[in-house]
């Protein structure tokens, strides 16, 4: 076996186990750890792909293997967290199931991705990284406004934004993607009001920032579009 080409596959794996770990302390009711787990989740996913690309060890298995780990970090993880905070809201037994959509449209996502050959420079659809961030991230959103929980942890708006973001997920809206061709502020536009935004709502929310941040992410590609278009 050779044991260089093992390593980005060895990475995936702590991504999959990142993702076990925190539907076991989901479960357990630490709802605010899930993102936690996301996140570190999302750095073995990133690495993953440095590691293989910096030793030029990719691989088919190792595309496989990669899909496979985020459907459960970042399908399963965020689906779970949706439904056991929806369950304790309410005495409903079938609401919470609804918020399953997620990890459904999450694999969906994850499958077509694999085939897709139009995500050069632009991502089609929510990634579901983003999606998993945005989803794992609400209980600090509300821990830290707690004015918000009407409208953020009811049944209904879980229902509401589980289904939202999981059809984003598989939807044809072209998003911004990180991807820098040059430095030029006028071709990267969108790219630095992005960071900076992004910057700006971390350093003062820290993660209840993260849904933030992504909301104005799927706006600021709209209004990219918008403008493209005249």
Request: neutral net charge; proline residues 5%; charged residues 10%.
């Amino acid at each position: 076996m050779n044991l260089k080409a093992q390593l980005p596959n060895f990475i995936t794996l702590l991504n999959l186990l990142s993702g076990v770990l925190g539907i076991l302390w989901v479960l357990d009711g630490q709802l605010l750890f899930g993102a936690y787990f996301v996140i570190l989740s999302a750095g073995f996913d990133f690495l993953d792909g440095f590691a293989a690309r910096l030793m030029k060890v990719q691989s088919d298995m190792g595309k496989e293997l990669d899909s496979l780990a985020d459907v459960v970090s970042f399908g399963v993880l965020p689906g779970i967290l949706l439904y056991s905070l929806t369950k304790t809201q309410t005495d409903s037994h079938i609401l919470p199931y609804l918020t399953l959509i997620v990890p459904l449209l999450s694999a969906y996502r994850l499958a077509r991705f694999n085939l897709d050959t139009r995500q050069s420079d632009r991502f089609i659809g929510l990634p579901t990284p983003a999606n998993a961030l945005l989803l794992s991230t609400l209980p600090h959103l509300v821990a830290h406004w707690p004015e918000l929980s009407p409208w953020v942890t009811s049944p209904i708006a879980l229902v509401v934004i589980a289904w939202t973001t999981s059809i984003f997920l598989v939807s044809n809206l072209p998003l911004i993607a990180l991807k820098f061709k040059n430095s030029s502020f006028a071709d990267n536009s969108y790219r630095y009001i992005l960071l900076c935004l992004g910057g700006f709502c971390f350093a003062w929310l820290q993660l209840a920032g993260i849904p933030l941040i992504l909301i104005a992410y799927l706006l600021l590609s709209g209004v990219e579009q918008l403008l493209l278009k005249k």
